[in-house]
């Protein structure tokens, strides 16, 4: 079974520009969740998708939001880009219930110059 | 509100030793799910062991192996027979019915030849 897979893997964007992120889940895992890595902060959860309708959210602004779509691939977007948005961005899928266990894809690198 | 410590930043260890990592956490919640996480130089987090909280045994996988103590809300990891291949950052994990992960800081395992 394939891996949760993400595109890009390295992104390189101004400040103020703004950033789509995307997600493909392992097939029948219907649970998104998206992470910020950064040295500073380490692994911060920003939010969770599943059966399409946002279920969670980190405390993180209203610039980054996110969408799930039917076949359960998930974007992710941040608008306005600041420096201090550069980070590692993880996500990962679950199948919920009696197995929580979230498996990560390999992140997108973001960098704002 | 839930949080995870790992105490120890940095470890190291001779190949083919064994080595514990040590994390705390603190919830309210009854019941939960607890998973290392390991992430090497790759930055690819990869899932290593899960340990419901209803379960009094403990986890195993393989070489890996936790001694979960709910009582005193203690999740070590212990590394059998270390290889140069487990040097990576070691993550402690928690989720519960939110489906949030919330993660501790990280120790970097060092696995010496």
């Known amino acids: 079974k394939a891996g949760v897979t993400q595109t890009p893997r390295y992104l390189i964007k101004t400040r103020g520009q703004q950033v789509t992120l995307s997600c493909s889940p392992i097939?029948?895992?219907?649970?998104v969740s998206w992470y910020q890595q950064t040295p500073g902060q380490g692994l911060q959860f920003l939010f969770e998708?599943?059966?399409?309708?946002?279920?969670n959210k980190g405390n993180f602004p209203g610039r980054f939001s996110g969408r799930q779509f039917s076949n359960s691939r998930s974007e992710m977007n941040v608008s306005t880009l600041e420096l201090g948005d550069s980070a590692l961005y993880l996500c990962?899928?679950?199948?919920?219930?009696?197995?929580?266990?979230?498996?990560f894809g390999p992140g997108t690198r973001l960098t704002v110059t | 509100a839930q949080t995870v410590t790992q105490s120890q930043p940095e470890m190291s260890v001779q190949e083919a030793e064994t080595v514990t990592l040590s994390c705390t956490y603190d919830?309210?919640?009854?019941?939960?799910?607890l998973f290392w996480y390991k992430q090497p130089p790759s930055r690819q987090m990869i899932l290593v062991i899960r340990?419901?909280?209803?379960?009094?045994q403990n986890a195993t996988e393989n070489r890996f192996s936790v001694n979960f103590q709910k009582a005193a809300k203690s999740f070590s990891l212990k590394i059998s027979d270390s290889q140069l291949g487990d040097t990576a950052m070691y993550f402690c994990?928690?989720?519960?019915?939110?489906?949030?992960?919330?993660f501790g800081s990280g120790t970097r395992l060092l696995v010496r030849p």
């Open positions: 919830t309210s919640e009854s019941n939960y799910y």
């Open positions: 097939s029948g895992h219907r649970s």
């Open positions: 340990q419901e909280a209803y379960k009094q």
């Open positions: 998708y599943f059966s399409e309708t946002q279920r």
């Open positions: 994990a928690f989720v519960d019915s939110s489906y949030k992960l919330i």
């Open positions: 990962a899928s679950s199948l919920r219930g009696s197995s929580p266990e979230q498996y």
